[in-house]
Nanobody
Framework: QVQLVQSGGGLVQTGGSLRLSCAASGRTFSRYHMGWFRQAPGKEREFVAA????????YYADSVKGRFSISRDNAKNTVYLQMNSLKPEDTAVYYC????????????????WGQGTQVTVSS
């Protein structure tokens, strides 16, 4: 099984920045597409961003365009989510995920998921 270990969550003020990391196990990471999702209490999981295995294509939810940036370093088997200009509505548990198929990257149809990390933005 592919394992994804996340780090970088925390508490920040409105307008602040935070970078999330997701480290994947296995030597096939570079062939996997990656995505970030988030989920607030009582709400369904929401798509945030996705990136192809090569990094050539990036896809963002409208709510984070211009503020968040997804990237990856295949040599380190790690994907990142740089979050700038954070808002209280960004507060959620953030999950990274991976899959081999790129079709409909904004959906939750990913194969493996990280443990999640809490991001809290104070108002």
């Amino acid at each position: 099984q592919v394992q994804l270990v996340q780090s970088g969550g925390g508490l920040v003020q409105t307008g602040g920045s935070l970078r999330l990391s997701c480290a994947a196990s296995g030597r096939t990471f570079s062939r996997y597409h990656m995505g970030w999702f988030r989920q607030a209490p009582g709400k369904e999981r929401e798509f945030v961003a996705a990136i192809t295995w090569s990094g050539s294509i990036k896809y963002y939810a409208d709510s984070v365009k211009g503020r968040f940036s997804i990237s990856r370093d295949n040599a380190k088997n790690t994907v990142y989510l740089q979050m700038n200009s954070l808002k209280p509505e960004d507060t959620a548990v953030y999950y990274c995920a991976t899959r081999t198929v790129w079709t409909n990257p904004g959906t939750a149809d990913y194969d493996y998921w990280g443990q999640g990390t809490q991001v809290t933005v104070s108002s």
